[in-house]
């Protein structure tokens, strides 16, 4: 019996952390993806590309940083290129 109840709240567990991570952020507004990436109402898409590039670098999940806050980032970038996120 105690086995079951484990592998029930495992599987809880997972489920939530599941739901969690697919959650659908909502979308950043211009102002709110230039506050992430650290840069100016003027500047253009090298000063943004620029920005996005050093902040990944140093945040990538592959260098002990946060993939959520890396996913923040891309999307700022994105909104701020108006690239279409799939």
């Known amino acids: 019996m105690a086995k079951l109840v484990l592998i029930a709240l495992l599987l809880l567990g997972g489920w939530l952390w599941l739901r969690r991570v697919l959650q659908p952020r909502a979308p950043?507004?211009?102002?709110?993806?230039?506050?992430?990436?650290?840069i100016g109402p003027s500047?253009?898409?090298?000063?943004?590309?620029?920005?996005h590039k050093k902040?990944?670098?140093?945040?990538?999940?592959?260098?002990?940083?946060?993939?959520d806050l890396t996913?923040?980032?891309?999307?700022?970038?994105?909104?701020?290129?108006k690239r279409r996120a799939d």
């Open 28 to 38: 950043l507004d211009e102002r709110e993806a230039r506050a992430i990436l650290g």
């Open 55 to 67: 902040l990944v670098s140093a945040v990538h999940p592959d260098r002990g940083g946060s993939a």
């Open 71 to 81: 996913r923040r980032i891309n999307m700022a970038r994105d909104v701020l290129l």
């Open 43 to 51: 500047d253009g898409p090298d000063v943004i590309r620029a920005a």
